[in-house]
């Protein structure tokens, strides 16, 4: 029973979250899909369980409803 | 440009024009196409007569299926075509996929040693359906083929089928046990009984163009995503026998169906892709949408649906022909077999359970790859292009590249027919599980496993067992051949030769070790398999009992009670 991680995990959260930040900087919103396009491919190879990427896919998906949510 | 000539088959004045009864027939068969012929061969080796109406007088006009699977093949061995199909085909097993200017990734099919059919073969469907036609005719005693022959109307009722049918001589009427629809994609006959065929059609337009030419392209299937010779679109290369290469190019949606067939504009696409100083000949060219869809059942009263009619994909991944093939493998044992009494109505139900798998693995598999290929919107390119970008460096990615997953063999792992199966044995094998090739001897002669099997009920089983158990073993055969009548035995050795009093019995030699290997066989174990070469149960020790279970269950004799419930809809006794 493989379950999608969400209480925290970073090693260095701020360490990443500056990484990723950095990744993107100085870039033009085509450059930036594309990266994170990548990074995403990247990812979900390494977590590799189609489980865990579902769960994470239907968390991630929740975004559709906000606008709703917000009324 | 031609380089095949279509044959013209003969007309004739049908016997039923000049009398007043409707004469019935077990089986009648709508449509010579692939489905509709290999299900009146199938059925004529199982010793049913049929008769099979098809509105025109010849094979497919143009190239059409060109890719059969190997599954496909070992179908049409049993069937008896395979080795014209073999010797005209052309063998491939190597694919490359291209992204924009460059190689991103390359597969080899790697066949296992040890198969007498290889991964895939490419081949015109004029040819398969030319060669169903002649093993047809060599079964002229049971198969009354008639063409030109067209059904008008048909009428379904709960215990038989009366069928109407238009000739240039006027018009006839024939009613029938059974009607097997294989009337292709756009069945008329699914349409007059208001059924319906549900899925996807896809927003795009494929260009087929078979070109003529002597090219030095290896055989291999090469497909590229947006190529500098084809912006923004797809394109697949394949070979065919007689120099012929199918190239087929992604359109788009707004693509104009009637202005690209025309020589003048499919030419430059062609050059372009070929290279200025390629002289190539256009021999037949197609523009096309697809569906992904199928029907909800494959049978209404007594009527059955095979091939397009009943299931129809993409061409990404093979799926169309060899689905086909694998449906009518599927039915005609049944049929047979309800039709001689030895089983009820209830295991024809069975085609719906096991097949309906089987064409939902299709669509899905044909949906995906589709998917893939022409993406919907701007972030599903998005991902396509970086997966095809970081298939060139990591492997990872090409897992994700998907130019068509190509047909495999189905497994029917849940289906009501499977019986036993014991811990030990190779997954690959397991019950629903299409039976696995061999080299073997066969009266000191090299032969292949599975053409010792299929048509009837084979007991396969390892003659190496103890010693101590032969005499036994051969009185237990011997009452469970006795009482059924359908069942054959193969015994796998060097066995002793006193197997060989037993009835209906084949001695063959494990010559390689490959039977063992792959079925994971040793002495006292067993095999059922079914007249269509699937895995019914197996035993690592091997019980008359068992097998008379088995057969039974194999036999859907536990499903008359199960079939009755489900009312009138569906086939019942």
């Excluded at chain 2, 004739?12 to 409707?22: C, F, K, Q």
């Excluded at chain 2, 035995?489 to 063992?516: A, W």
């Excluded at chain 2, 174990?525 to 699937?534: E, M, N, T, V």
Aim: hydrophobic share 40%; aromatic share 10%.
């Amino acid at each position: 029973m493989s379950r999608l991680e969400l209480k925290p995990n970073f090693t260095q959260p701020d360490a990443f979250y500056a990484a990723l930040t950095a990744a993107h900087r100085e870039r033009s919103e085509p450059e930036s899909e594309r990266i994170n396009a990548r990074l995403i491919l990247l990812l979900a190879n390494h977590i590799g369980d189609q489980q865990v990427l579902e769960e994470a896919l239907e968390i991630a998906s929740q975004v559709v409803s906000a606008p709703n949510q917000s009324q | 440009m031609t380089t095949y000539k279509n044959p013209i088959y003969p007309y004739r004045r049908p016997a039923e024009l000049d009398v007043d009864i409707t004469p019935h027939c077990p089986i009648i068969i709508v449509g010579a196409g692939p489905s509709g012929l290999a299900a009146a061969i199938d059925l004529a080796l199982q010793g049913i007569k049929s008769i099979v109406l098809d509105d025109n007088n010849t094979v497919s006009v143009g190239s059409r299926a060109i890719c059969f699977s190997k599954r496909t093949l070992e179908i049409l061995d049993r069937l008896g075509t395979a080795q014209k199909m073999l010797d005209k085909g052309v063998t491939w097993q190597q694919g490359r996929v291209f992204f924009q200017d460059r190689e991103v990734y390359s597969f080899n099919l790697l066949p296992e040693e040890g198969h007498r059919i290889p991964a895939f073969i490419n081949l015109q469907q004029y040819y398969l359906e030319e060669y169903l036609v002649d093993r047809a005719m060599e079964l002229s005693d049971y198969i009354d083929l008639r063409w030109q022959n067209k059904v008008s109307h048909v009428d379904s009722l709960p215990m038989q089928s009366l069928v109407y049918v238009d000739t240039e001589d006027g018009f006839y009427q024939l009613s029938c046990d059974y009607l097997l629809v294989a009337d292709g994609a756009n069945s008329k006959i699914r349409d007059m009984l208001g059924l319906e065929c549900k899925g996807q059609v896809f927003q795009d337009r494929f260009l087929i163009a078979d070109v003529v030419m002597k090219a030095e392209f290896p055989t291999e299937r090469w497909f590229w995503f947006d190529p500098p010779f084809h912006p923004n679109q797809s394109v697949l290369l394949h070979k065919q026998p007689d120099n012929v290469w199918r190239i087929d190019f992604q359109l788009g949606w707004d693509a104009d169906p009637e202005e690209e067939k025309k020589e003048e504009n499919i030419r430059p696409r062609v050059q372009a892709m070929l290279g200025e100083d390629v002289e190539f000949e256009l021999e037949w060219a197609s523009v096309y949408t697809f569906r992904c869809r199928m029907m909800d059942s494959f049978i209404h009263h007594r009527v059955f649906f095979v091939g397009d009619a009943a299931h129809q994909v993409s061409p990404f991944g093979a799926r169309g022909a060899n689905g086909a093939l694998q449906s009518v493998d599927n039915l005609a044992w049944k049929l047979a077999r309800v039709l001689k009494g030895e089983a009820s109505s209830s295991l024809l139900e069975t085609y719906n359970t096991e097949r309906l798998h089987g064409a939902k693995e299709n669509l899905l598999n044909s949906t995906r790859a589709t998917d893939f290929i022409t993406p919907k919107s701007r972030i599903s390119r998005l991902f396509r292009d970086t997966v095809l970008e970081l298939a060139e460096q990591h492997p990872f990615a090409r897992t994700l590249v998907n130019s068509g997953r190509l047909s495999q063999p189905c497994h029917y792992y849940v289906s009501p027919l499977n019986g036993a199966d014991d811990i030990g044995f190779p997954d690959d094998l397991c019950p629903g599980s299409p039976a696995k090739d061999a080299p073997v001897k066969r009266d000191g002669k090299e032969a292949w496993l599975l053409n010792q099997l299929g048509n009837r009920f084979v007991l396969m089983i390892d003659g190496r067992a103890d010693s101590a158990r032969y005499q036994s073993l051969v009185a237990e055969l011997s009452e469970l051949l006795t009482l059924h009548i359908e069942l054959d035995l193969v015994i796998i050795g060097p066995s002793p030769h006193f197997f060989s009093q037993l009835p209906r019995c084949t001695l063959l030699e494990d010559s390689d070790g490959l039977v063992s290997e792959r079925y994971g066989l040793t002495g006292d174990g067993g095999y059922l398999l079914r007249p269509d070469q699937h895995v019914a149960a197996r035993w690592k020790k091997f019980t008359a009992s068992n097998a008379n279970d088995a057969l039974d269950r194999a036999l859907g004799k536990h499903l008359t009670a199960d079939a009755n419930i489900k009312g009138d809809c569906h086939v019942t006794a």
